[in-house]
């Protein structure tokens, strides 16, 4: 591991991490985006319906530029957003801080959180846990403001899986994660991501660390073939320790109705974004798929000139159809999917 990447892997590093990420807080979001091929819309909305509605105190821990923010708002539910760095919260606190309805956004260590024990119904991390090492330190301290019976959601990019695919996954987060962060002010907060990826695992790690904790694991889901995870567990503990608030004794201010709605807009409005979020996805998959076959014709007919050994020639072609095939698929899904949501009200996502 390179030096400059060393001290952001040294225990409770809040401090590297709030630097580092005040660095990259200009251009997160954008990043963020392409590399994750524009699909993190669809995953954020999985962690919010992860959370229970009836879910009172929800913190948004390691909340970035406040992305996940928003979907988590319900009414009579109060929303907190921390996070250590602070121009990743005035990110936030721009974009959600000023609205008709705010989130709490306040700056403070995942390891010393400023919550009384129990405080809590459910926490959401986005793409954060992973740089929270200690991980059973920090997995301790959300069990201490999480109430017995709380909702424990996270995402997070995970590492490559044994099996067939593990090769191009290993690729993309060794090779291509650290060649787009060259578009960042600091290309080293990229590398480490991809290191720290590495070092996160690819799930078993992480759901041990959980179960020694307290936490019993409900559900767990992946991505874009792995790529990313989204594990739900619930926090253990005798019932009527330390809750936050007693569900019965607060209404929800929708009243009892049944249906979910995915937030205070309705669901029309949240099945058209959902609809233009499948639209989005289709016409990038689309656009993948496109350059993916200008890049096969262009091997075709320059192969012979390239200076490559016979490895280097199979792993290429083997990467440009596999990424063909799968690309090609996938655009003819999403476009199916976009198709069948424009036709009835099904709910989308
Ligand atoms: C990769 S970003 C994810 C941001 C956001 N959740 C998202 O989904 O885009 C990780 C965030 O974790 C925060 N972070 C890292 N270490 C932390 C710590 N010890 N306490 C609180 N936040 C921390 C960073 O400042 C950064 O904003």
């Known amino acids: 591991m390179s030096q400059d990447l060393q001290p952001r892997f ?21 990043l963020n985006r392409v590399m994750t091929l524009g699909q993190d819309g669809a995953w954020r909305e999985a962690m919010w319906r992860a959370v229970p509605e009836d879910a009172h105190v929800v913190l948004d821990l390691c909340t970035g530029s406040g992305v996940s923010l928003p979907g988590l708002r319900r009414p009579g539910r109060v929303v907190l957003g921390m996070d250590v760095s602070f121009q990743m919260l005035e990110v936030a606190q721009a974009q959600y801080g000023t609205s008709g309805w705010a989130p709490r956004i306040a700056c403070s260590d995942a390891f010393r959180l400023p919550l009384r024990d129990g405080s809590l119904d459910a926490i959401t991390i986005a793409f954060g846990v992973r740089n929270l090492r200690p991980r059973p330190a920090a997995l301790a301290e959300l069990a201490r403001v999480l109430r017995p019976g709380g909702t424990l959601v996270v995402l997070e990019a995970s590492a490559p899986a044994p099996g067939a695919l593990h090769p191009f996954h290993a690729f993309w987060v060794r090779h291509m994660i650290p060649l787009f962060g ?37 559900r767990e889901k992946a991505f874009l073939l792995g790529a990313t995870r989204l594990w739900v567990a619930r926090r253990g503990g005798a019932v009527g320790q330390n809750h936050a608030a007693d569900s019965q004794a607060v209404r929800n201010a929708r009243g009892e109705s049944g249906e979910n709605p995915q937030s205070p807009r309705g669901a029309p409005a949240v099945a058209d974004e959902a609809r233009a979020w499948l639209g989005v996805q289709a016409l990038t998959s689309g656009a993948l798929t496109a350059a993916l076959g200008y890049a096969v014709y262009t091997w075709l007919n320059f192969r012979a000139l390239l200076p490559l050994t016979e490895i280097q020639r199979f792993a290429l072609w083997t990467l440009l ?29």
């Open 10 to 30: 040294e225990p409770h590093a809040a401090g590297e991490m709030a630097s580092m990420f005040d660095d990259v807080s200009g251009r997160y979001d954008f």
């Open 182 to 218: 060259r578009l960042s002010p600091d290309p080293s907060a990229y590398r480490y991501l991809s290191a720290s990826i590495f070092e996160f695992g690819h799930g078993p790690e992480f759901v041990r660390d959980m179960a020694a904790q307290g936490f019993t694991l409900v």
């Open 321 to 349: 159809i596999a990424g063909l095939v799968l690309f090609g698929a996938r655009t003819v899904w999403l476009g199916l999917r976009f198709a069948a949501a424009g036709k009835g009200s099904d709910r989308v996502g």
